[in-house]
């Protein structure tokens, strides 16, 4: 069946480390997604991509970056890890022919940043 | 930019009781996305609403598009232990990328 999985689930990392959070999808979706959770502000998103070599800035993208090399992958990398990044971060895909169309979700990448 | 605003925060209630969660847009949106997210777990698919004062229903759920686009409404008819979860609305402009409300966290009491 095709998925979307996060990697790793859990990381604790300290202050100024580079980290990268892994997202692959298996359905060939073009749209894929980064969003943040954090109690009291709900999904907030990050960066997006509309297919290979596009990336588009979201609502918090500062600190943060993506590339999108392949229809399968969007990687999120945070270049200084900062406490304020200390978040559940949520990758989706979705279709997108026509309209956004239906995000399908992983299962959330837990960073606690030190 | 387009901000979605969702109300209420938290809602507590007995089962059997009804639930309504609502949202408002700053600008018109081309669509709106419910999502559930049960605790520890993630947002899950319920429904999409694309055309002005649309209703749909997925038994006892009921969602609502508004006239001008802007808000948008879950309702849920007696609910149940299972309904229990944060109910979030997502809404687009001309992208794809959809802008989420801060959720509506639903507590059912049995």
């Known amino acids: 069946d095709a998925e979307i999985t996060q990697s790793p689930r859990h990381k604790i990392t300290e202050t100024g480390r580079q980290v990268t959070l892994a997202c692959h999808q298996t359905?060939?979706?073009?749209?894929m997604f980064w969003y943040r959770q954090d109690l009291g502000h709900g999904l907030r998103l990050i960066h997006y991509s509309y297919g290979v070599q596009d990336t588009n800035k979201g609502e918090v993208s500062d600190g943060y970056s993506v590339s999108r090399s392949n229809t399968e992958d969007l990687p999120l990398t945070l270049e200084s890890a900062a406490s304020s990044q200390t978040s559940v971060y949520f990758c989706a895909s979705s279709t997108g022919t026509g309209g956004p169309g239906e995000l399908f979700f992983g299962e959330g990448s837990r960073l606690t940043v030190l | 930019g387009q901000q979605v605003m969702q109300i209420p925060q938290y809602q507590h209630v007995q089962e059997g009781e009804d639930f309504t969660t609502y949202c408002n847009s700053s600008?018109?949106?081309?669509?709106i996305q419910w999502y559930k997210q049960r605790p520890g777990g993630h947002p899950v698919f319920l429904i999409q609403l694309v055309k002005s004062g649309e209703v749909k229903k997925q038994k006892r759920l009921t969602f609502q598009f508004g006239e001008a686009k802007k808000n948008s409404s879950l309702h849920i008819t007696a609910t149940q232990t299972t309904d229990v979860g944060t109910y979030f609305c997502a809404g687009s402009g001309s992208g794809y990328a959809l802008n989420f409300g801060k959720g509506t966290s639903l507590l059912v009491t049995p």
């Open positions: 600008t018109t949106l081309s669509n």
């Open positions: 359905w060939n979706h073009n749209n």
